[in-house]
Structures are given as structure tokens and as C-alpha cells.
């Protein structure tokens, strides 16, 4: 390997740490990886087809720019009777960061085919973590030291990759790669730099969302506020006019002052008035009897419109505050 770009005193935390989370199969070399990333070995390697990792581990590294990255190194995925187990241990190693997870790797091998193991995991994962785990993924090949001179990283992958890994929406719907077993240093660099612009991404995607999420809300608060307008509006214009002269007598529905007043025997209904609804003349013949009834009249043409009744019985109270009634044949609707 090249020279490392890292370096072990990663106390000194210059800038925010960043949480990388490395998922794969058996055998594809995640804790390699991870300590090429950390430039040191700080997790267990040994030769060997069984799984060297058993619980999640956390390592952390401060890059030569003060970049601090904590790596979390997980057990592989077999798919026996404790894959189970597996996915209960990686969604515990969530909480060994403190600030969340701010990239996924998963890791395969160019040394070997993509196997039916390794698509089942894709799905696995994304059945574990959500399907928005592939918006943090970065696919990490290893081995790439182990090609042959006249072969590039892409020829592999051009034969060997299935069509479920081409498909796979990743960053711009791709699959990004990085060879972190050969130069070292440039590994590092490369996956530096996916890093930043996986962060650039999704901070343009949130900003963009929450600015998406604002104009709806201004959109739905206009909108709300063009019906109540339009309900007012309706409601004030909603009315009703004397059939015959075609004076306007009352708003509907509206509790407004009460203008009702005694003019030589008769009851005159002015254009504001209170408590008035509409009725026939035969519910007039029936309440007769029962209360103090009073005809109202068009203050304009004198014609009867309907009539005001109360429970009191004195004649005196004959023209206080009641119930207005407006004759339906008697009147028109205005506005509706």
C-alpha cells in the first residue's frame, strides 16, 4: 500500500465528525477496508471463510485536513439461521452514532462474481433500513489491486454486474466506486471526495424540499384564505328583496342589529334584522293561538312579507324582539 493519509491522533476533532456504516456479505472484506480508511489496523482481520466480526465496532480517524471520520465496522450477512441476529446487531450499531449515519458503504469484492447472497442483502437492507438507505449508499469495491495489468475497474463490473445492481437508485442513479485496496492514499482521497459531494447532494435536496414544503403550506394558506373570502363574500350578498317592490330585507343568517319597530299597528321588517327565517303560511295559521303574532311588513310598499311571533301573550309585547318569519312566496333570494 501507499503511504497513509491518515493519521492516528484523532482526538483533536477540527472539524465535524462524519459517521460511515459498512455493510456487505462474508468475505468481501469490509474490515480491510475499514482500516484502510482508518490507515491503521483497528479492526480484526484473519484468514479465514467464516465471519471475523461478530458485534458492531466503532473506530475513528482524523484525516491530514482535520476531517474526523468514526467508521462502524458490522458483521457480514450469510443468510443462515442468524441473519437474524445480524440485522438485530447493525440496527443497534445506529446508536454508536452520536450524530447519525452519514454514509453507507457496502462493500464488494472485483475479485469474485456478484452473487445471489450479496443481491439478496441489497434487498435485505433496504427491507431493514428503508428504501432511502440507497440516497446514503456508496458502493465499495475491494481488490482492485488484484487485477490484471491490462484490466481497468470498470471491465469487471461491465461483465460481472447484474442488472439488479445497474438498477439500483443510488446518487445519481449510479453506482458510485472506489478501490481503496491499491493506493491508499488516493482510496482515501476518492472516497473523500464522494463523501462531500454525497453531503452536497443531499443538503441541496433538503433545502430544496424544505422550500418545497413552505410553498405548499403558503399555497394552502392562500387557498384557505380565498374561500373564507369567498364564503364571507357569499354570505354577505346572500338575501332576500320583497317580491313586489323588491326592497331589500334581510341577510341570511346573519345575527345583526335588530331595526324592528311599531308604526300604527304594523310591524315593519327594516333591511337589518336578527333571528329571521323562512316559512310558509300555513305554519303561520298553525303557531296562531299558540304565541303573539304580528304581520311585518315592506317598509316601501306596505305589502305583508311574513310575520314575528313570541311565547308572551300581553298585547304589549306584541312588537319586542322574537322570531321574524318571511312568507317563502313573498319573498325572492338575492345573490344565490
Known amino acids: ?5 491518515v493519521s492516528d491522533d484523532w482526538e483533536f476533532i477540527a472539524n465535524e465528525a462524519q459517521t460511515l456504516l459498512m455493510i456487505g456479505c462474508i468475505g468481501e472484506g469490509k474490515s480491510a477496508t475499514g482500516n484502510s480508511i482508518l490507515g491503521r489496523n483497528a479492526f480484526q482481520l484473519r484468514s479465514s471463510f467464516g465471519a471475523v466480526t461478530r458485534t458492531c465496532e466503532i473506530q475513528r480517524t482524523r484525516l491530514e485536513d482535520g476531517q ?52 439478496a442483502a441489497i434487498q435485505y437492507f433496504k427491507k431493514l433500513f428503508g428504501t432511502k438507505i440507497c440516497d446514503y449508499m456508496i458502493v465499495v ?31 445519481n442513479d449510479s453506482v458510485e466506486v472506489n478501490s481503496l485496496l491499491g493506493d491508499l492514499k488516493q482510496g482515501v482521497t476518492e472516497l473523500k ?42 354570505v354577505k350578498h346572500r338575501s332576500y328583496s320583497c317580491y313586489k317592490c323588491r326592497r331589500h330585507v334581510s341577510f341570511h343568517d346573519d345575527i345583526i342589529s335588530t331595526n324592528f319597530q311599531s308604526k300604527k299597528g304594523k310591524a315593519f321588517l327594516f333591511a337589518h334584522v336578527r333571528n329571521v327565517v323562512v316559512g310558509t303560511n300555513e305554519e303561520k295559521r298553525l303557531t296562531t293561538g ?45 345573490n344565490w
Not at 464522494?194 to 405548499?216: G, P, V, Y
Request: proline share 2%; net charge negative.
Open 1 to 5: 500500500m501507499g503511504g497513509s493519509s
Open 193 to 234: 471526495e464522494q463523501l462531500q459531494s454525497l453531503e452536497k447532494q443531499l443538503e441541496e435536496e433538503h433545502t430544496a424540499r424544505l422550500e418545497a414544503e413552505s410553498k405548499i403550506r403558503e399555497l394552502k394558506d392562500s387557498l384557505e384564505k380565498a374561500q373564507r373570502e369567498t364564503e364571507e363574500l357569499t
Open 68 to 119: 474526523i471520520l468514526d467508521v462502524i465496522d458490522t458483521p457480514g450477512f450469510d443468510f443462515t439461521a442468524e441473519s437474524g441476529l445480524v440485522g438485530n446487531e447493525i440496527g443497534k450499531c445506529i446508536d454508536l452514532a452520536d450524530d447519525g449515519v452519514h454514509a453507507v458503504l457496502f462493500v464488494l469484492s472485483v475479485r469474485t462474481s456478484f452473487s445471489k447472497e450479496e443481491q
Open 290 to 334: 299558540l304565541h303573539t303574532i304580528a304581520d311585518i311588513y315592506c317598509v316601501d310598499c306596505n305589502e305583508v312579507l311574513g310575520w314575528k311571533y313570541e311565547k308572551a301573550v300581553e298585547p304589549s309585547q306584541k312588537y319586542k324582539e322574537g322570531k321574524f318569519v318571511l312568507e317563502l312566496c313573498k319573498i325572492v333570494k338575492d
Open 141 to 171: 469495491y475491494t481488490g482492485g489491486d488484484k487485477l490484471e495489468d491490462n484490466d481497468s475497474l470498470n471491465d469487471p463490473l461491465d461483465h460481472s454486474c447484474p442488472e439488479d445492481l445497474k438498477k439500483m437508485k443510488l446518487r
